[in-house]
């Protein structure tokens, strides 16, 4: 993306110490996780051991035996978890907020969907290690910006290059047009937001129509000798969603926009993940009759009236939900992605309920995502991305004791625990 070489320049320079700091690496080999309590997500809790082998779950349960000369990992007390999944971040794509060029999710333009968030990932950011070792271990990072600021992918929190840590699904982001007024601070007439969104929904309906021609013209030619059309990366980075073949990631927030993204999705079939969808319980009904899978949050906000009583961004996932609605869960941030357990824990606490909330950042957001054959939920022959914790992961108390990323023992290790570390015992300390 643009200045993307200098910004990644800078971002090494800031991460560099840190880098030097590191004391342990990945390691990759046999694996036996024993005597833990094991939550499968899709088969209910089990006793007994986990085996690692080829960055896959090999066996599990009371009758898992070890393997010869596996690393054997003593669990007793604590319990195993599929790795969680954000499936809303601008991860790796900024390091410092409040430094421009550190910041690559957001280029210049409001039709640009060929924009690859995967290219400007930093596997090297420092939030990276932060994340990973809370147990969250797979991300969407995406753009930001104008209608269509560029294409969202999912990737592993581990590798040494974006295409490492690729996992394969990629959806294009569709800031949809809203009318509505953007907060309290937003002084623009009714007047004035209606005709804003009627020009951006034009801008929208003409880009797809063009799309969908593009398309038409794409297929014809090929097999035809000598047959071509003119390049065009925007109308290109189209026609996966135009053939159905991958989805629009469509934010929305407020109950009238919602309502009217149902209808747009309905009139162009396309495929659509509703993201945001702040005030979603007020259309849940609607949401599930049109069988729109939905990404929420941040769980952790405020209401979007000042009439709202308090707890429904805590309550909203959840009476989604109760409607039939399939929901998973965002933080929608970069630096404090490692709090996307906190969000589901409100969100399980306001009547989502444990289970399903867990459900919500593992096994429904990689059935979203079409990743569910190796993320989200422990079964033999799946990818061994999971964590070790010592309690409830929703819990601030709860300690993660191991992180396993396709195989991958992940050192846990980060700039916060090398902080802490420094500090516990300082030398040369204080002088008397």
């Known amino acids: 993306m643009k200045y993307k070489l200098l910004n990644f320049l800078f971002a090494t320079l800031l991460v560099l110490p840190l880098i030097g700091q590191t004391e342990s690496k990945p390691a990759k080999a046999t694996f036996a996780l024993t005597n833990a309590t094991i939550e499968t997500i899709t088969n209910g809790t089990m006793s007994g051991n986990l085996i690692i082998s080829n960055g896959k779950i090999t066996a599990l349960g009371p009758d898992a035996a070890i393997p010869a000369g596996a690393e054997i990992i003593d669990c007793t007390g604590h319990s195993i978890y599929p790795g969680m ?62 209608i269509l600021p560029g294409t969202a992918s999912l990737i592993n929190l581990v590798g040494y290059t974006p295409d490492q840590m690729d996992l394969g699904f990629r ?171 906190y969000h589901a824990g409100f969100a399980a606490a306001y009547g989502f309920g444990k289970e399903e909330a867990l459900k919500a950042v593992t096994i429904t957001p990689a059935e979203i995502f079409g990743v569910a054959d190796q993320l989200g939920s422990l079964v033999v022959g799946k990818s061994a991305t999971l964590f070790v914790s010592d309690g409830d992961p929703f819990e601030t108390k709860t300690q993660v004791k191991y992180v396993f990323i396709d195989g991958w023992n992940i050192p846990m290790e980060s700039r916060h625990t090398r902080l802490y570390d420094e500090f516990l015992n300082r030398r040369p300390g204080l002088k008397k």
């Open 171 to 341: 959806g294009v982001i569709l800031n949809f047009p809203s009318a509505e007024a953007r907060g309290r601070w937003d002084r623009r007439s009714e007047d004035v937001r209606k005709k804003e969104y009627d020009k951006k929904l034009k801008k929208l309906n003409e880009v797809m129509d063009e799309a969908a021609i593009y398309t038409q013209l794409s297929d014809a030619s090929v097999g035809q000798q000598g047959a071509s059309i003119e390049y065009n990366p925007e109308l290109r980075a189209l026609l996966p969603v135009i053939k159905g073949e991958a989805p629009f990631l469509l934010e929305v927030n407020s109950e009238q926009s919602i309502k009217a993204a149902i209808k747009w999705v309905s009139k162009r079939k396309v495929k659509a993940i509703f993201t945001g969808v702040a005030e979603g319980w007020r259309v849940a009904d609607q949401l599930a009759a049109a069988k729109i899978p939905v990404i929420t949050g941040p769980v952790l906000s405020t209401p979007t009236r000042s009439s709202d009583r308090y707890d429904k961004p805590y309550a909203n996932a959840g009476l989604m939900h109760k409607a039939g609605v399939k929901v998973a869960i965002r933080t929608g941030d970069s630096e404090n992605v490692r709090n996307l357990p």
């Open 85 to 146: 999944i954000d499936s809303g971040t601008q991860l790796g794509l900024s390091e410092v907020s409040s430094v421009s060029l550190t910041n690559d999710y957001n280029e210049l333009g409001d039709i640009i969907p060929q924009m690859q968030a995967l290219t400007a990932v930093n596997p090297n950011s420092t939030a990276v290690p932060v994340t990973r070792v809370s147990g969250v271990t797979s991300v969407i990072v995406s753009p930001s910006g104008g």
